[in-house]
């Protein structure tokens, strides 16, 4: 069975801190790893990344891919209230026609 | 920036009606849109895969004659939760891909939430 595992599930800090959030994946058919962000309705996207070690980067958003210990991990630097959402990977798998199989979520809290 | 855009954005209806969601692309042409099912705090549940002219593929577990989907053209698929109960009461949000953009890279409706009373 495909799955998707991010953690820690929920997250609170204080603006201005760093965080790491992790998603560890094990599918049948790997293509691709995203990351969306969740405010309130619908998720947006963040990143995508089908390449081992190659950092992707937004502002004080990065993202990078471990295709051989099977997870990626999303760094938010210098965090903001706006920063708050939860937070999902999702993989994209060969077969399924651009099926994605979403994580739970991590669920991101910045406090003032 | 391309938009894709659900109705209702709230429905409540009563148990054993059935309800139609829409989702539509506005400024470009989706041959396959996805459906998606949410239950609070938890993550988005792939429901099944609109394809534009026939049939909708559905995931294990989903029941095609309980969420009945029709993506009669490029630009609209409609989800029908016939006969709603309860447990049907969910966040449901739908996605679509743009053609010539990544798979993955995917635009989502702002989501429906029923409530079946």
């Known amino acids: 069975e495909d799955k998707v595992v991010q953690s820690p599930l929920s997250l609170v800090v204080h603006e201005g801190d760093t965080v790491t959030l992790n998603c560890s994946y094990e599918?049948?058919?790997?293509?691709?790893l995203l990351w969306y962000k969740q405010e309130k309705k619908a998720p947006t996207f963040l990143f995508m990344l089908?390449?081992?070690?190659i950092e992707k980067k937004s502002g004080r958003l990065s993202s990078i891919l471990d295709k051989k210990e099977l997870f990626s991990i999303l760094n938010i630097t210098a965090t903001q209230t706006g920063d708050s959402a939860v937070y999902l990977c999702?993989?994209?798998?060969?077969?399924?026609?651009?099926?994605?199989?979403f994580g739970q979520g991590t669920r991101l809290t910045i406090n003032p | 920036g391309a938009v894709v855009s659900q109705h209702p954005s709230r429905v409540i209806c009563k148990s054993g009606t059935s309800v139609k969601i829409e989702c539509r692309s506005l400024?470009?042409?989706?041959?396959?849109m996805f459906w998606y099912r949410q239950f609070p705090k938890q993550s988005l549940m792939l429901m099944a895969t609109?394809?534009?002219?026939?049939?909708?593929?559905?995931e294990q577990g989903v029941e095609k004659d309980k969420f009945l989907i029709n993506h009669a053209s490029l630009t609209l698929s409609t989800l029908t939760v016939t006969s709603a109960h309860p447990e049907d009461s969910s966040f449901y949000i739908c996605?679509?891909?743009?053609?010539?953009?990544?798979?993955?890279?995917?635009?989502f409706g702002e989501g429906s939430r029923l409530t079946v009373l």
């Open positions: 996605s679509a891909r743009k053609p010539g953009l990544a798979p993955g890279e995917l635009f």
């Open positions: 599918v049948t058919n790997f293509r691709s």
């Open positions: 089908t390449s081992s070690g």
């Open positions: 999702a993989v994209v798998l060969v077969w399924g026609a651009q099926k994605l199989v």
């Open positions: 400024d470009f042409q989706a041959t396959t």
């Open positions: 609109s394809n534009e002219g026939s049939k909708a593929t559905y």
